[in-house]
């Protein structure tokens, strides 16, 4: 079946720095979304990307899905504490009812 | 409601007992999971509704996992004969329709130790 993977699985930077988490997945995806998790909460929708090299942007969050759209990247530029949390990407392939999360990558920033 | 709502919170049940997990999704969405968290893991897709019934349950661990959903809104997960490896956080989401593009909105999830 399907498979996402995700990289790194921890990040640990200071504040100010960037953080780049990737996603890759075994099979081509439809669309891929990206959901933020606050330590103790549960996973919110960010984005959704669809077309092939879409490049969008949320203030300091940019959110890239790749050419032949198997892979996807988020970049947070200059790291805040609010960032502090684990990030998981999500594909949807050629049925788009169901999503197949990453194990994600969990920020942690020291102030 | 204004969002997923699921109850418990929180659940501790010895082995072998029964659980029931409840979902309220949003008002109007037509579809609806449930997927499992297990400590520091991503999230493992269970069971998929739309409206009331379960066209995808590829995901259920066992047979003693079952799940159903009623008057398109309510969905309870039953987990018989509970085992240690079944604690886990248990999400819940909704969509509107029947394709993800608008995101899932996730529940605050069920909180499951089983001693």
């Known amino acids: 079946g399907q498979q996402v993977m995700q990289i790194p699985q921890y990040q640990h930077v200071q504040e100010g720095e960037d953080f780049t988490t990737y996603c890759n997945s075994s099979t081509t995806l439809s669309n891929i979304q990206w959901y933020k998790q606050r330590p103790g909460g549960h996973p919110v929708f960010l984005i959704q990307?669809?077309?092939?090299?879409e490049v969008k942007k949320q203030k300091r969050l940019t959110f890239q899905f790749g050419e032949a759209k198997k892979n996807s990247s988020l970049h947070i530029t200059a790291t805040q504490t609010t960032d502090v949390g684990t990030y998981f990407c999500?594909?949807?392939?050629?049925?788009?009812?169901?999503?197949?999360f990453g194990k994600g990558t969990l920020l942690t920033v020291n102030p | 409601g204004a969002g997923v709502s699921q109850s418990p919170s929180n659940k501790v049940t010895e082995k072998g007992k029964d659980v029931e997990l409840r979902c309220d999704p949003i008002s109007g969405h037509t579809a609806l999971y449930w997927y499992r968290q297990s400590l520091g893991q991503g999230l493992e897709f269970l069971i998929y509704?739309?409206?009331?019934?379960?066209?995808?349950k590829s995901g259920l661990p066992s047979d003693r996992f079952s799940a159903e959903r009623t008057g398109g809104s309510v969905s309870t997960l039953t987990i018989q004969r509970t085992q240690q490896e079944d604690s886990a956080v248990y999400l819940c989401a909704s969509i509107p329709g029947t394709g993800v593009g608008n995101g899932y909105t996730f529940g605050s999830g069920t909180r499951l130790t089983v001693v």
């Open positions: 990307l669809v077309k092939s090299g």
């Open positions: 509704f739309q409206g009331n019934s379960a066209p995808d």
């Open positions: 999500a594909g949807s392939g050629g049925s788009n009812y169901k999503l197949t």
